[in-house]
């Protein structure tokens, strides 16, 4: 199976190779290939065919293996083509490091194996050189990750998040596991899953008069998290500046291309902060960290998605701060003001109006959550705030915290929450935090307009198959 | 209330202060005050007092905020020292850095806020001085972080966790998010969650005929993760390396130090894998990674939890490998063998046997899940594997997995996983996998013996009060 003399003068002949006499032998990922540029070095590579060009002397196969975004020419000699070798195979290719003639990384192969068969005709969905809409994928979950599409943004997540993590680690904020499973609706919004063991003979065993099957194996009716923010609190007074990121869940009777029933929200927590223009500050600067690492880290995988996708304008200029009622009063010159909170109409109307993404604050009371801390000037407002961008509307919430124990405690929405109110008792601080989606965060990082698409298995009402 | 010029010199002639001019303002976590010492520079810190002697002149106060195990000592001066400051309570403090006699930094304050009070006889937990017994800390989840053990613990756990993102970014693993909801049971073992949604309104929106409240939502029964293997699996076969960290749920009717309901796992599936070998390498690394990382960054932490932890022997000496037979001979040797699954007493006899963590391979078929690949030279055996360690007995457990379709095929248990079973049938790859229980990880790390202090707030039965 190997590469004859020949052949690889004959290859030679018809294109020029820069030759080094590296003849160390390695399997890494294309993207660590790439990074090294190693020309010269026999380099082994595993992956999938997703395009083939089969000509006279040579075939042409473009090799991904998920890695990263580039994908690797391999120069095929025709006595190492087999039939199997087509469009979706997996391989296993070895060969020479070289420079095309146009700059490009390939690979002259001198041992091909096909691993995997892919024969498109036995139900195979995908097809090479195809741009399957977002709604034809979706159908295969399982196989999506295949797409070019996919796979570019499943990179771009992992990429967003590894950001995520540098930029509060960088500022030492501590990373805290925030509960999945809780006994308080943090929101108080009603749209909970509730919990229950599944097992029967553990529901026997666990049975106790008294109790119904919602609370008998944690002895209160138990809910999947909507929020990490309350327990995030609590920490918050134990160990100052935190961060979380992970799922959150809402039972939603909702389709639309904004909302999930699994997401992921990233969510921080301040402490010592005496003012929104503090926690804003926080927020922008991620925001605009997050977009510049990425895309330098990701320009390829940007590009995969959309190839129109530019820097935004708003990336170098301040982020604009209008109060609620200087909002409602731009909605009002554009006819469309209405009182109450925005709709997503009216969070896009005040976005492009300010030509970037803005921040609402000083909110009137009645409209947001108990926790949420009165202006100090007016009573009737609080000193909440909602990011709004390009793209989705809404993207980050966040508010200071209540931190006046009488005040708290008149507002309390349960007697459940008594251990929230008695942060407050003992060496407390003020503090502020926000809560940030990340699906929501992608879709504007790469302008994808379903945020199912965001992530690699979407939950939403009557789409949990896997 | 500025410190005055004659009390700074009555300081400065009993103790000797070295001065520089820098006259610069700062706030700033106490980790990077440490990290930079920037000794005569006027600093700000905002944290909680751990401790507080007071003499005549001065008074002494340790204050943390959390950010390392590192507390700061400060130096206030007679007139500065208010009755509210006291153990427990939150303060602003301004002030020069300095460095004590034994060349400790310290600050010499000119200005004290409290900003919370503390009156411990109003119902404060803690007491100065004192190492409170984890069970009684675990009666007080809100306010436990401010203790110095759980405290220690989460700054491990946070710097853990970066340690592995870390570990897997730079062998260009992608980071996938599996799904928390899921309509299978990965290991068939019937300790799940099932989820519903808790709004009556929209049970009512949603229900439709045949349906029950089971399954009226997503149009399945639909439960917590016990895994997502599965998932990862197919995200393998298009991307290549994967690797996930998240929690993982299991209904189970145990109280015992080492089981959750809800625990992290950290999975990750490496494509084209031929061998156990290359498995139990990266297992390898990757532990040997997170305790060397961590114990570098978090030296303090560790003492502060254990003071006689010290660098494990095993950490520069390759593990033990055993398959399951042999293992079972030293059991019967020391008359413990029994067959079937080792319960933890046998797991702590092996690694006490080989000295350290010890890998048990080659598992008989019939104790191990469906998903894993028959041992090429005896059917009777699957190529799983165990990691036990010191502590906690398993901690990692995985496999190579099935990839021959009509052998899968004979073993699915049930027709549900098609999907899965079709990820083998288009340019399919040899697999493996493992997945790490990080808590358990952390019990072994800090020596810690209950697993339900590596975690902010742990659920178990009968326990998920906030």
Known sequence: MLCT????????????????KGITRKYCA???????????????VKGWVRNLRVQKEFSFADISDGSSAQKLQIIIPKHLKTEQLTYGSSVKIKGKLSLSP?????????????VGPCVVLDGYPFNPRTAHPPEYTRQYLHLRSRTNYISALLRIRSAVVKHIHDFFNSRNYINIHTPILTSNDCEGAGEVFKVQPDNEDTIKAMMQEGKDKDSLY????????????LHLEAICRGMGNVYTLGPTFRAENSRSRLHLSEFYMLEAELAFCENIVQLQT??????????????????KDIYLIDKENKKPIWLDKPFVTLTYDEAQLILNTKGSGTGGDFNKEQELILVDHCGGPVFVTKWPKDMKSFYMKESNNDSSKVDALDLLTPVTGEVVGGSLREDNYEKLKLKLPSERLHWYLELRKFGNIPTGGF???????????CGVNNIKDTLPFPRWPHNCDM
């Open 102 to 114: 146009r700059g490009q990384l390939e690979i002259l192969a001198n041992e091909v194996n096909v």
């Open 435 to 445: 809560g940030l989606g990340l699906e929501r965060l992608l879709q504007v990082l």
């Open 5 to 20: 003399k020949l052949e690889f003068n004959r290859l030679r002949s018809c294109r020029r190779y820069i030759q080094i």
């Open 30 to 44: 294309i993207a660590a290939i790439v990074e090294k540029s190693d020309v010269g070095s026999i380099t082994e």
């Open 282 to 299: 926080v927020i922008e600067e991620l925001l605009k960290y997050i977009f510049t690492e990425t895309r330098n880290t990701n320009e």
């Open 218 to 229: 944690f002895g209160l009716k138990t809910f999947l998290t909507v929020s990490g923010q």
